[in-house]
Nanobody, 124 residues
Framework: QVQLVESGGGLVQAGASLRLSCAAS????????MAWFRQAPGKEREFVAA????????YYTDSVKGRFTISRDNARNTLYLQMNSLKPEDTAVYYC?????????????????WGQGTQVTVSS
C-alpha cells in the first residue's frame, strides 16, 4: 500500500510556472505507475499526465503538451509535475495517483491510490 501527499500548488498569474510534488510512502515506489489528474469546479476529474515505473515513458493530454512535464525520482519516492506557461483554464485541484504496474496507465478508474489534492489557481 502507498500513501500520497501532494504539495506545491498556489495562486499565480497567467504565464507563470509551478512545480507540483507528490511524496509517496512505501518501499516499492519504483514499481508503481504514476499520474496526475485535475478537477475543476463542477467538472469531472480529468487526466493530465502519466509516467511509467522507470520514468522512461510519459503521456500527456493534448491541452498540456509542450507546457507540462511529468517526472519522478524513485530514490526520493517523489513524483513531479512541472507546469509552465500556465493558463486560467489550468485552474483546478491537482491529484497524484499510483497503481502497482510496470506499464503506463492513463485511465482514471485503474488507479487505486490517490492523494488529497493541491489547489492550483491561475489568474488572468
Amino acid at each position: 500500500q502507498v500513501q500520497l501527499v501532494e504539495s506545491g500548488g498556489g495562486l499565480v498569474q497567467a504565464g507563470a510556472s509551478l512545480r507540483l510534488s507528490c511524496a509517496a510512502s512505501g518501499r516499492t515506489f519504483g514499481s508503481y505507475a504514476m499520474a496526475w489528474f485535475r478537477q475543476a469546479p463542477g467538472k469531472e476529474r480529468e487526466f493530465v499526465a502519466a509516467i511509467n515505473w522507470s520514468g522512461g515513458t510519459t503521456y500527456y493530454t493534448d491541452s498540456v503538451k509542450g507546457r507540462f512535464t511529468i517526472s519522478r525520482d524513485n530514490a526520493r519516492n517523489t513524483l513531479y509535475l512541472q507546469m509552465n506557461s500556465l493558463k486560467p483554464e489550468d485552474t483546478a485541484v491537482y491529484y497524484c495517483a499510483a497503481e502497482p504496474s510496470l506499464s503506463i496507465i492513463v485511465q482514471k478508474d485503474k488507479y487505486s491510490y490517490w492523494g488529497q489534492g493541491t489547489q492550483v489557481t491561475v489568474s488572468s
